[in-house]
Nanobody, 122 residues
Framework: QVQLVESGGGLVQAGGSLRLSCAASGSRFSNSAMGWFRQAPGNEREFVASISVSGGYTNYIDSVKGRFTISRDNAKNTVYLQMNSLKPEDTAVYYC???????????????WGQGTQVTVSS
């Protein structure tokens, strides 16, 4: 059993930055790939970024490349999403999830957090 708790969301102006954190309980974190997804009202869940167990492999959706950075600290059981140069279209609820591989497909992830709201004003 894994529990994930996201934090760090909030309201920010366009061009600003936020850092999301996802703290995991349980021993599986250090053996799990991690992903960040987001969902805006009326939209489907969308892949944002993923990271391998070691942190040596990362993957991003094209729209956030160069602006977002995913990282992890296995000693703290935490994964981060640094978001810079935020745009209004980044507004969504952001979720972290654990998986067996750093896939871009949400169905390949088994445990999910409750989400944290990110709102970017223009």
């Amino acid at each position: 059993q894994v529990q994930l708790v996201e934090s760090g969301g909030g309201l920010v102006q366009a061009g600003g930055s936020l850092r999301l954190s996802c703290a995991a309980s349980g021993s599986r974190f250090s053996n799990s790939a991690m992903g960040w997804f987001r969902q805006a009202p009326g939209n489907e869940r969308e892949f944002v970024a993923s990271i391998s167990v070691s942190g040596g492999y990362t993957n991003y959706i094209d729209s956030v490349k160069g602006r977002f950075t995913i990282s992890r600290d296995n000693a703290k059981n935490t994964v981060y999403l640094q978001m810079n140069s935020l745009k209004p279209e980044d507004t969504a609820v952001y979720y972290c999830a654990t998986g067996r591989s750093p896939s871009a497909t949400w169905s390949r992830y088994d445990y999910w957090g409750q989400g944290t709201q990110v709102t970017v004003s223009s």
